[in-house]
C-alpha cells in the first residue's frame, strides 16, 4: 500500500463548479498535511496547509481528519487557470514529505 | 537568485555514462532535498541536507546514486553508469530549515539516457 494514495483522477468540471479531492495517509504518526499543486511540466508549489481544524484560502478549503487518516480540498467556484494536478502531501516522524501520485483537474468552459 | 535554480535543465546521455546535476537553494535556506519525478508518476524522495549533513540517504535508488552540499549551499546529485530507468525529471527544493516544511522547487532537470 502507498503511503499517500489519491484518485489519479481526471476530474473534468465545468468552469464555476465546486470538485473535491481525498486523499489518505498510511502513517498514522504524520504530524503536517499540505497540499501542492503542480502544473504541467512545471515545478510543484505549496497550494496550502491543511490544520486539524480546517482551513479555508479563498476558494480552497482544506480539511484534515486525523481519526480517519483523510485529507480533503474543496475547490468552489472553478477557473480554468485551476486545471493542474493537485498532490497531497505528508510529512511523517523523519523530514521527507512524502507525496501522493496527484489528482489531475481540468476545468473547461 | 529569487528561486531555487538547478542546472542543466535538460540533459540527455547515453547507458553507462556518468551524469551531475546542480542545485542552488534560496539564499539561506539550510535545507535542502532531492527528488526524482518519473512520467505520470509522482514525486520519490531521494535524500535531503541539514547544512552539509544528509541524515537520511535511505531513499536514493541505488549505490550509483550519491550527492553532496558544500557550503552549506549548493549541491549536486551524481549518478554513475546511467541506466534507462534513471530516465526522469529531477526536482531540487529548499526550505528555510527543517522545522519550517514549505519547501520551494527548482524547474528540475529532466534526464533521458538513452
Known amino acids: 500500500r502507498k503511503e499517500v494514495e489519491q484518485d489519479p483522477g481526471p476530474f473534468n468540471v465545468p468552469e464555476g463548479a465546486t470538485v473535491a479531492f481525498n486523499c489518505t495517509y498510511s502513517n498514522s504518526a504524520s504530524q503536517s498535511f499540505f497540499w501542492y499543486r503542480q502544473d504541467c511540466r512545471k515545478e510543484p508549489k505549496l497550494l496550502m496547509s491543511?490544520?486539524?481544524s480546517g482551513n479555508e484560502d479563498g476558494r480552497f478549503t482544506a480539511q484534515l481528519n486525523r481519526a480517519s487518516q483523510y485529507i480533503s480540498l474543496l475547490i468552489r467556484d472553478s477557473k480554468l487557470s485551476d486545471s493542474a494536478t493537485y498532490l497531497c502531501v505528508v510529512r511523517g516522524t523523519t523530514n521527507k514529505l512524502v507525496f501522493g501520485a496527484g489528482t489531475i483537474l481540468r476545468v473547461k468552459s | 537568485g529569487a528561486g531555487v535554480s538547478q542546472s542543466p535543465s535538460n540533459k540527455v546521455t547515453e547507458k553507462g555514462k556518468d551524469v551531475e546535476l546542480r542545485c542552488d537553494p534560496i539564499?539561506?535556506?539550510?535545507?535542502l532535498y532531492w527528488y526524482r519525478q518519473s512520467l505520470g508518476q509522482g514525486l520519490e524522495f531521494l535524500i535531503y541536507f541539514q547544512g552539509n549533513s544528509a541524515p537520511d540517504k535511505s531513499g536514493l535508488p541505488s549505490d550509483r546514486f550519491s550527492a553532496e552540499r558544500t557550503g552549506g549551499s549548493v549541491s549536486t546529485l551524481t549518478i554513475q553508469r546511467t541506466q534507462q530507468e534513471d530516465s526522469a525529471v529531477y526536482l531540487c527544493a529548499s526550505s528555510l530549515d527543517l522545522r519550517l516544511n514549505t519547501q520551494y522547487f527548482g524547474p528540475g532537470t529532466r534526464l533521458t539516457v538513452l
Open positions: 491543511v490544520y486539524s
Open positions: 539564499s539561506g535556506h539550510t535545507a
